[in-house]
């Protein structure tokens, strides 16, 4: 081109720009390593966590992102998107939505209310109705709030919430092997998990786990381990088969686990009380005490 023009660098891609669809987001989780320690910094919006194995490197690293941005420094983390964290004597983290879940009862009225040993009984049976009345109770909100409860510190409440949430609307539920669909399901979740748990281990010298998966159905991993097309599985979608391929090539290893003690029964059906109280001790949940 002839004569003197202005020319833009782009610092980050564009709305647009073909470079823009990967580059929608940004990470949020660095991890850095100086002479056998490392320091992991944890973005979300605009909150950041810093933590690592040298209160030295920590240090250096606030002061070394303070010269680049505004941030205003804390000191020791005791809360988080609404999560309580509370350190232990033996080094553990305790993670605690006590103020979270009080706030719950009292703005849906029920701050009064009676504790009961199981999150749902095991009479109770929901219909949905047909008919079109009218009920001015704020019920997706109050679904929606213990959902994020559910998610972040109260496992054992899944089943509950879950159980509720479908008269939120009258869904068509699909006929299909759940428990294949649900294990191909937790494989792609428990890579992602597994893969940065050994990244950070990995920035520490550490080796990481295997990656094993738990299953009561005997059924389900026989059908992973063989090629054969079973002729009652020809409607799963073939991309749940992706389980046979993590098996063969060792990504995945399935063991058997049976009922009686499968902890993940306290997410997926409604539980007496004393079993209840087993499986969430055995998940280490307990009442707070702070």
Not at 148 to 177: C, K
Request: hydrophobic fraction near 40%; glycine fraction near 6%.
């Amino acid at each position: 081109m002839d004569g003197d023009f202005d020319c833009l660098e782009l610092v980050k891609a564009i709305y647009g720009l073909k470079q823009a669809s990967p580059s929608a987001f940004d990470p949020c989780l660095y991890i850095k390593v100086v002479d056998g320690h490392c320091v992991l910094v944890l973005v979300y919006v605009d909150d950041v966590l810093v933590t690592g194995s040298s209160l030295e490197l920590i240090a250096q690293t606030k002061a070394d992102i303070k010269t680049r941005f505004e941030m205003t420094d804390s000191g020791k983390c005791t809360f988080v998107l609404g999560i309580e964290l509370v350190d232990e004597s033996d080094g553990s983290v305790t993670m605690c939505q006590r103020r979270y879940a009080s706030d719950i009862l009292k703005r849906f009225g029920m701050d009064e209310c009676k504790a009961t040993a199981s999150p749902v009984d095991l009479s109770t049976r929901l219909v949905a109705s047909t008919e079109a009345a009218k009920i001015d109770v704020p019920f997706r909100e109050a679904v929606g709030a213990l959902i994020h409860l559910t998610t972040a510190t109260r496992p054992d409440i899944a089943y509950a919430v879950g159980y509720v949430s479908r008269f939120m609307e009258n869904p068509q539920q699909e006929h299909w092997t759940a428990e294949y669909i649900a294990l191909s399901l937790a494989i792609q979740e428990g890579k992602w998990v597994h893969r940065l748990l050994c990244e950070i281990l990995a920035a520490a010298n550490e080796p990481g786990p295997d990656l094993v998966i738990r299953e009561d159905n005997q059924s389900c991993i026989k059908m992973t381990k063989s090629p054969v097309n079973h002729g009652r599985a020809k409607h799963i979608d073939i991309k749940y088969h992706h389980i046979r391929d993590e098996v063969k090539r060792g990504e995945v290893q399935l063991e058997y686990c049976e009922t009686s003690v499968m902890m993940a029964d306290i997410m997926t059906k409604g539980l007496s009380g004393p079993r209840h109280k087993d499986l969430t001790t055995a998940l280490g949940i307990r009442a707070s005490s702070h």
